[in-house]
């Protein structure tokens, strides 16, 4: 019942979004219809958009927008999601390119595994300056994003460019190191098995296991976790971080051995970022997660197809995933829709419709985090410090 | 090597000075409670609105400026303070919106490759006397107009804050909204007037990088500078004057590639990109204790 | 102005407010009078609508019916602003200071948010008003780091800034040390005598009839007596307060327990206790007690006196700095708030029952289970809720107490520890949760009771431990003993 709500507030927001987005066209004299006709083949419009486009493009933001819900969910406000995707794609990288005579046909293997190790590495970081020194997880979170960035910036002109150090970019990694394709012919790969599947997983251990009773504990009240509970909440976070941070390195790893196939900078078109629309879209709900995550997948597919046909810049999806978190703010605000949304709405919680054990939510404990926007362009970074 | 050392501090105080403006407005924002990672996006807005209105003149660019900032702000403000949305939640859609906004209509406005247009800027503005100083002069007596405008903002912020009732009032709103209700403070109308104050900072700093700076527009020109002011307002322990040194130091560690490349140290410069964040992290670290300096209420709506 | 020349009977008049919260009708006919010169006591029990009257005076809760006047005038209050512009101030129980601010700064916030503020003249405007009222207050202290008895003279002082000449003070001696309540109102006698007049909020017969001048007497919202305190006495309020069939408070068997109790087995055991809060302040120490299965060990204590870091380590919660402690491996706790530390208001009821012992779980929750024993603890306990899935933030505060107590007391642990249990419960709330402590003890539990309130401790413990300044002392069950050990006079 109240999944047939949420589903439906949903739709009813993106259908206000788009239509604000064609009008918007209209007024600035564009081609609106072709645009949206355009959006929507380049989504849903064939068999190939769909596979090829909007699967491949929902897989990396279904699994960093589980990294962010589960975070959220703790009450630890992971903005980090970008910075551990690129330390997955950078580690998966390293592992192709160096490892691959070694591990042979388990390379793709273990390539993801390194990748999420180093994505739980890197929030890591995050952990401990919050657990040791009291750092808010925002701030640090976002200055990981861009050591990360500057990071493989180096490396692509550093120790894993290609071999005739012309490109910034990786050379391309061994076949063994790539990840099957799931379908023939197109390019969906085995990466988005692994992401339908986190999706249910991490729903199941957060709503029936002792540990994601714990989780949700301590984000909805860690003082009543610890006095009440005697949960270990620094343990707790600790935890979170890292499964956090090892999605979202998942998801780069995936996206390196199954999409790009070769390291550079601009690897993640902001995944990390846009994750945190995914994930509150969702109501922070895991399974809902699957959804918003296939909707944002859709829209950024349909963006770049926007742009090819009705000349229409693909910036714009921005824009439209915006005006959805802001329509489902408002929305929360004023229907007091699931007892999360409606507390990241500041509505307060009270008479909302979740059914009984999976009432779980955003954090209203640590307070004082961000998002970003687009990861800047590194020659645009050359010259601010010039 | 004078001349490296001279270019060093010009330098520091060129990046520190946009990150100072935006900063210190998020300062008044911090006070009153309210934690604007929309920040980001103000100082993107500003540095666009600057080049729209540039057209009509420096003057009019940095109007430009400030509205954008503002605008942006307000819409930060409507949601967060008067919808009382989670302000993480609200400022990350904020910076999607401006990105999407700010691409969308200048590839709409100056063609899909975005011509390399170009604005005469302010330049820099000798302040006599002063700007001869050895080395300290010219870095910080021969800037833009805008880095005078810093100079003379953070005093007033801090007398603002800590000499005068009002400044008095919005702190309370910070640290305890209820408290600050009884003495007959409206927490929403301080929280508004305080996010609209850092909306005109931060399009002030964004505008600068435009009009004093570059003299031309990117995509994505902010480039994580919102941010990093919300890192220098922590690093300055919320108060104008430490924002205002945490800012210059900032920027004295992102210049430190003019000094090095001076003296012949060749090391690969995304290691002096990283640099400043990798020390604000340490610095921060190093701050243990802070969170009792931070005002009590951030971030609550 | 009503007839010039002489001087108003009345400074601040409530006549006939009425006042409802959705269905329940917290205010029916209730009515005061505080004449100039005057210290009144308006006394009720838990729930009589005191505080609620008095919110409507300071303009915070506009009434439905009945008429507000100031110097005989009818006015309107629209708002705390309203009442403050007309010389009404109150001071509540949980105050209103910032915390991260100086005394001095706390008082210019309050008196004014315009024009300059200078820290040199804020400060000796602080010690004028001191003076006037005649005690002590450090201008240039952080608010955080003031006392109760302190803060409480801040949020007085603020008042006074703001020209009130009417001073209503919810349950103002509640926090206070019986000497410290001796000085404040030895303070409101002297405001008063200036010609204003001083409310006191209390639920304390012989405290009002001790200091006040005038009584009045609210039961459920409506003034069932209002006269002089030398025109009264004790039993006229007792029938005022309670009705003529007053709400015994529980029997006590006492003396026939005693004997037995002896030679029980000790269940909590602390020796030489040290303990430090999360500031690194040390707030109690060389605290030695026992608690036997079978018995209720009282604590009490002025604010502050280290009761609240002594009964987290006796519950297990927080660790001593140093001393050994001997404690069961399972023992209930009971906190102060119940919001912030007991309960998790979006979870469900049967979650919230699963947050006992969710630190030591492993493997998978089993919710049917979990749910099954919520339906139990409900019926047993008497819970007023609308099912096992009901969100925690559905059940009134008493209900939500008396889940946590439940969940606490469930499967037995053979110690339980308490902090204000019914703070803010009505009576029937209050006489419930004191019988399921009393029927646990009987059971052979060791019970660990603090309350603010002295004389609930006294009505339900066996023996008596107060806390003064991080020690304990152990005294015997009396009042005029007990009162004497929290101001620290043996």
Redesign the interface.
């Known amino acids: 019942m109240s999944w047939l709500r949420r589903v439906a507030t949903v739709a009813l927001v993106s259908l206000l979004a788009l239509g604000a987005l064609w009008l918007a066209l209209r007024l ?1 004299g564009l081609d609106a219809t072709r645009a949206l006709v355009a959006l929507w083949d380049g989504s849903f419009g064939s068999g190939y958009a769909l596979t090829s486009s909007t699967l491949v493009r929902a897989t990396p933001l279904i699994l960093t927008g589980l990294a962010v819900a589960i975070a959220f969910r703790a009450g630890v ?1 992971n ?1 980090g999601a970008e910075g551990q995707l690129l330390t997955g794609a950078a580690t998966a990288a390293a592992v192709g390119l160096f490892a691959t005579p070694a591990f042979g046909a388990l390379t793709v293997v273990v390539a993801l595994a390194v990748g999420a190790l180093a994505g739980a590495l890197w929030a890591w ?1 995050a952990a401990y ?1 919050r657990n ?5 997880e ?3 979170t ?3 994003n ?2 990360a960035l ?2 493989v ?2 490396l692509v ?2 120790p894993l460019q290609e071999p005739t150090h012309i490109y910034p970019q990786s050379e391309p990694l061994p076949v063994l190191a790539q990840l099957p394709r799931l379908i023939e012919g197109s390019r969906l790969h085995w990466g988005f098995v692994v992401a339908v599947v986190a999706a249910p997983v991490v729903w199941w251990v957060l ?4 540990a ?3 989780v ?2 301590v984000g ?2 860690p ?10 909440v620094q343990r707790t976070t600790m935890g979170v971080f890292l499964v956090s941070g090892a999605l979202a390195g998942l998801a780069g790893a995936i996206e390196l051995t199954g999409v790009t196939f070769a390291l550079y900078e601009n690897v993640s078109p902001g995944y990390g ?2 994750a ?2 995914v994930a ?1 879209l969702a109501g922070l709900d895991p399974l809902g997660v699957l959804a918003t995550g296939l909707l944002f997948g859709a829209l950024e597919a349909g963006a770049l197809s926007m742009q090819r046909e009705a ?3 693909a ?9 959805l ?2 329509l489902i ?2 929305v929360a ?1 004023w229907r007091g829709g699931s ?1 999360i949304l409606a ?5 307060g ?4 419709g979740d ?3 999976k ?4 954090g209203a404990a ?12 590194s ?7 010039g | 090597m004078m001349g490296g050392a001279e270019e060093f501090l010009a330098a520091a105080v060129r990046t520190g000075t946009p990150l100072a403006l935006a900063a210190l407005g998020e300062t008044v924002v911090e006070r009153a409670g309210v934690i604007n990672i929309g920040l980001e996006g103000i100082v993107l807005a500003g540095a666009f609105g600057g080049l729209l209105a540039a057209g009509s003149g420096l003057v009019a660019g940095f109007a430009g400026a400030v509205v954008a900032g503002v605008v942006v702000a307000a819409l930060f403000a409507l949601f967060a303070v008067s919808m009382r949305a989670d302000q993480i939640i609200t400022g990350v859609a904020v910076n999607l919106l401006v990105v999407g906004l700010t691409g969308a209509l200048y590839r709409g406005i100056y063609g899909a490759t975005g011509a390399a247009l170009t604005i005469p800027t302010t330049g820099t503005l000798p302040i006599p006397l002063l700007s001869r100083i050895p080395l300290a002069g010219p870095a910080l007596f021969d800037q833009a107009p805008p880095t005078y405008m810093a100079y003379c903002v953070a005093p007033l912020l801090a007398w603002w804050l800590y000499r005068t009732r009002s400044g008095l009032a919005l702190r309370a709103v910070g640290e305890r909204p209820d408290a600050a209700r009884a003495a007959g403070v409206a927490p929403a109308s301080v929280r508004w007037m305080a996010i609209l104050i850092g909306g005109v900072l931060g399009g002030v700093g964004g505008g600068m990088l435009v009009l004093s700076q570059a003299g031309t527009f990117a995509e994505g020109m902010s480039a994580g500078r919102g941010f990093i002011a919300i890192a220098i307002v922590a690093l300055g322990r919320w108060h104008p004057l430490g924002v205002l040194a945490a800012a210059l130091l900032f920027g004295a560690a992102s210049a430190l590639q003019f000094l090095f490349q001076a003296m012949g140290w060749a090391l690969p410069y995304q290691l002096f990109l990283a640099l400043p964040y990798v020390l604000t992290l340490l610095a921060l670290a190093g701050l243990a204790g802070r969170r009792a300096v931070a005002p009590a209420a951030l971030g609550q709506p | 102005m009503t007839s010039p020349g002489t001087a108003p009977t009345t400074l601040l008049a409530l006549e006939d407010i009425a006042k409802h919260f959705g269905r329940v009708q917290a205010l029916a006919d209730a009515s005061l009078r505080a004449r100039p010169g005057t210290v009144h006591a308006l006394l009720g029990e838990n729930g009589a609508g005191k505080t609620t009257l008095m919110r409507v005076a300071f303009g915070e809760l506009r009434p439905d019916s009945g008429t507000i006047r100031v110097d005989g005038n009818p006015v309107q209050l629209a708002s705390p602003a309203d009442a403050l512009a007309r010389g009404i101030g109150m001071v509540h129980q949980h105050f209103t200071a910032v915390p991260a601010m100086t005394v001095a700064e706390n008082v210019a916030l309050a008196s004014g948010t315009r024009g300059r503020f200078r820290p040199a003249e804020a400060r000796s405007r602080v010690m004028e008003l001191c003076e006037e009222v005649g005690f002590t207050l450090d201008p240039g202290a952080i608010a955080a780091e003031l006392s109760v008895g302190m803060q409480q003279r801040l949020e007085i002082v603020k008042a006074l800034a703001r020209g009130a000449r009417v001073l209503i003070l919810d349950e103002p001696t509640a926090v206070l040390a019986p000497a410290e309540a001796e000085d404040l109102l030895a303070m409101l006698r002297r405001f008063a005598s200036r010609g204003n007049a001083a409310v006191i909020i209390t639920h304390k017969l012989h405290e009002a009839l001790s200091v006040a001048d005038d009584i009045t007497v609210l039961r459920h919202g409506r003034t069932t007596h209002t006269a002089p305190a030398a025109d009264t006495d004790a039993e006229q309020l007792t029938v005022a307060m309670l009705g003529e069939s007053g709400v015994a408070t529980p029997q006590r068997d006492r003396d026939e327990r005693e004997a037995g109790v002896d030679a029980r087995e000790v269940v909590i055991d602390a020796r030489d206790l040290v303990l430090t809060d999360d500031r690194g302040v040390t707030r109690a120490r060389g605290v030695t007690l026992g608690v036997r299965a079978g018995e209720i060990l009282g604590v009490a204590g002025v604010e502050g006196a280290g009761q609240h870091e002594l009964l987290r380590a006796l519950a297990g919660r927080v660790q001593p700095t140093s001393g050994s402690l001997r404690i069961p491996d399972r023992i209930g706790f009971v906190p102060a708030d119940r919001h912030r530390d007991a309960l998790v208001l979006d979870f469900t009821l049967a979650e919230n029952v699963a947050l006992a012992g969710a630190g030591a779980a492993r493997g998978r929750m089993h919710w049917p289970a979990i749910e099954r024993r919520t339906g139990e603890l409900l019926a047993r306990y008497g819970i007023v809720a609308s099912g096992v899935r009901a969100l925690g933030s559905s059940l009134s505060g008493g209900n939500q107490q008396k889940l946590v107590l439940a969940r606490e007391l469930d499967g037995a642990p053979r110690a339980l520890v308490a902090e204000n249990p019914t703070r803010g419960l009505d009576i029937a709330a209050t006489a419930a949760l004191q019988r399921h402590l009393l029927e646990a003890r009987d059971a052979g539990m060791a019970i660990v009771l603090y309350s603010s309130d002295l004389d609930e401790v006294l009505a339900l413990a066996d023996r008596l431990v107060v806390m003064f300044e991080g020690r304990a002392t152990e005294v015997p069950l009396d009042r005029e003993a007990a009162g004497r050990a929290m101001l620290g006079a043996a």
Do not use: C
Not at chain 1, 132 to 136: A, E
Not at chain 1, 207 to 210: D, M, N, V
Not at chain 1, 223 to 232: E, I, K, P, T, W
């Open positions: 600035a406000w903005i970081i300056l040791r020194f009291g750092v808010l925002v701030i640090s976002i200055m990981l861009f050591v500057y990071a910036g180096y002109r550093g709503r029936y296991t002792a994601g009773f714990r949700r504990a909805q009240n003082s009543a976790a610890r006095v009440a509970g005697m949960v270990d970022y846009t945190i629309a509150l000349a229409v810049p910036v714009v999806v921005n824009v439209v995933e915006a005006l978190v802001l703010l408002a605000r007892a507390r990241l709405a500041g509505s919680s009270g008479a909302s059914d009984s054990t009432a779980g939510g955003g640590g307070r004082g985090k961000a998002r970003p926007g687009a990861p800047p362009a020659g645009t970074h050359a010259e601010a410090a």
